[in-house]
């Protein structure tokens, strides 16, 4: 099969396409042909040495990405929960790998949700790394009830577009930053204000959220500690902060939490059903063939992308 391989960390360049043999499922895993992945910004960290690999050694080459959307062509064995000619997507192997950049990936069947047949294979890559991080976000301390106040931080990215979505889906009154560029953008989602952090520094944002989310991470994280009510909570998906966040959280009264998001059907499923629904649906910013996969990864790198980056296959 044509896959994207890495052949050593570090920049586009060492991405190479190669011929390399379909993979076999093992027990427990199904082979999916790929019509559509998704990149995310774990896919350049990690192509450049950081991302999956400060968890994850693995010995290169390897084939990257997590985000597919496709069809169910073979079984491993004990897989029930699937049959040949199933279109299924999802955010695949995370926190390992999910070597989806190429026609063919195998999956464990408990990673993987039945795409929604409303929706085309490319808007289901797109939701899935970005639908499921803000769906556990949003979902593990505590999840906004309806009329609640949630920030959400950098809310046109690929991650927090979604997250707009799936609280405005709770009933939540959602507040989303991004720069005056989007800001359009934003209140498109759904968004009931919109806040240009370019203009307003974070320490004079509204200071009664219920809940913030924070894909930001670094000082925006401990400021936005200062942004919920006493007894409100923040979630940050950037591991940037070490025990002191939980010292100072825990000392303002705030509940706080980081989460890596971890491939599973349960949850995927709920995003799915949110699709299936219309109630959240991805904003494709730009799709590229899975040839000119390092394009992709140069753009998203660039952060100025609303909403998500596809390629088919
Ligand atoms: N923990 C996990 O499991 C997990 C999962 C997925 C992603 N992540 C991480 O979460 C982060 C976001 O991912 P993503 O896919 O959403 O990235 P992304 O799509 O590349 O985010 C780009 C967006 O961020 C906005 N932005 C940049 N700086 C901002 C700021 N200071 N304030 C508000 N908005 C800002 C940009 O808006 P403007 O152009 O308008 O500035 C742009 O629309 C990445 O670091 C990623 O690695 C973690």
């Avoid at 050694?57 to 597919?68: A, C, K, Q, R, T």
């Avoid at 999802?90 to 993987?112: K, M, N, T």
Wanted: no cysteine; glycine share 10%.
């Amino acid at each position: 099969m044509r896959a994207i391989v890495l052949e050593q960390f570090g920049p586009i360049d060492n991405l190479k396409e190669a011929e390399v043999p379909i993979p076999v499922p093992s027990a427990g895993e199904v082979l999916i042909k790929i019509s559509a992945v998704s990149v995310n910004p774990i896919d350049y960290k990690t192509r450049q040495g950081k991302g999956a690999n400060n968890w994850t050694s693995f010995v290169l080459p390897e084939i990257l990405g997590w985000d597919l959307s496709g069809t169910v062509v073979a079984l491993g064995a004990d897989v029930t929960e699937w049959k040949v000619g199933d279109e299924v997507f999802g955010s695949i192997g995370f926190p390992g790998l999910g070597r989806v950049d190429a026609e063919y990936a195998v999956a464990q069947a408990g990673h993987l949700a039945r795409k929604p047949s409303a929706i085309r294979h490319e808007e289901a890559a797109a939701a899935s790394m970005a639908g499921l991080t803000a769906w556990q976000a949003l979902t593990r301390l505590t999840r906004p009830e309806r009329g609640q106040r949630v920030l959400v931080h950098a809310a046109s990215g690929g991650v927090g577009h979604m997250a707009v979505q799936i609280a405005k889906a709770f009933g939540a009154h959602v507040t989303g930053t991004s720069s005056s560029a989007n800001r359009d953008f934003v209140l498109s989602l759904g968004a009931d204000a919109h806040i240009d952090y370019r203009s307003l520094g974070i320490e004079d944002y509204p200071h009664d959220f219920d809940f913030v989310f924070d894909p930001l991470g670094g000082d925006a994280t401990f400021r936005s500690l200062d942004l919920v009510k006493k007894g409100g909570t923040v979630v940050s998906i950037l591991p940037q902060h070490g025990p002191r966040i939980f010292a100072e959280a825990a000392a303002k009264g705030v509940a706080f939490d980081f989460v890596l998001m971890q491939s599973r059907s349960d949850d995927m499923g709920e995003v799915a059903k949110l699709l299936a629904d219309g109630a959240i649906r991805p904003r494709i910013a730009k799709t590229f063939p899975l040839s000119e996969l390092g394009q992709a990864h140069a753009l998203l790198e660039t952060g100025r992308t609303a909403g998500k980056i596809v390629l088919t296959v």
